[in-house]
């Protein structure tokens, strides 16, 4: 009897912890950030960026598509994917289906400079039509431009090219 006790009381209380760990519509892969969860038309929708705080340069977007009135997976939608900077061409890219979870479009697009995109996400399917559009801040690319200890490491490489050289020079100069 207290065998089956303890079983009972093992098996509620991983089916407790268990209730709170994954749930569908919150899913976000490592990497990724929720940037917008809204319901537009007749879907329910999470856009997911990577890398989290992104900078310029690549950056890959997910588009999670679920039908709002039963949340069952959308995996049939043609999704577009546009970016624009406050100055300067629009972006695109199409949508397309993750073999993994046939309801996560996925895309990627080349943001060029720092500040505020505008990023929509137009979405086509049986169901109907529906967008989603965010502003997004992108940090500006930069390579050791306010480290002091990035400027002395340049320094210092940079003497090391030259004094090794004319030292070469001078001591083949002595031997002659």
Do not use: C, H
Request: proline share 6%; net charge neutral.
């Amino acid at each position: 009897m207290k065998q089956v006790i303890l079983i009972a009381l093992i098996s509620i209380f991983f089916i407790v912890i268990n209730f709170d760990i994954v749930v569908a519509e919150d899913f976000t892969p490592a990497g990724f950030k929720n940037i917008a969860s809204e319901k537009t038309g007749p879907y329910k929708t999470t856009l997911q960026i990577s890398p989290p705080e992104p900078i310029a340069g690549p950056v890959k977007f997910a588009l999670v598509i679920t039908d709002s009135t039963d949340g069952s997976g959308i995996f049939d939608a043609k999704v577009q994917i546009f970016a624009e900077p406050e100055k300067g061409p629009k972006q695109y890219t199409p949508g397309l289906n993750s073999q993994k979870f046939g309801n996560v479009y996925i895309g990627m697009l080349e943001l060029e400079t720092g500040g505020v995109w505008t990023v929509e996400a137009i979405i086509e399917s049986k169901l109907g039509n529906g967008n989603v559009i965010v502003p997004l801040q992108v940090k500006e690319r930069t390579r050791s431009a306010n480290s002091i200890t990035g400027n002395i490491l340049f320094v210092g490489v940079t003497l090391v090219f030259i004094f090794i050289p004319v030292k070469l020079w001078l001591e083949s100069r002595r031997v002659r």
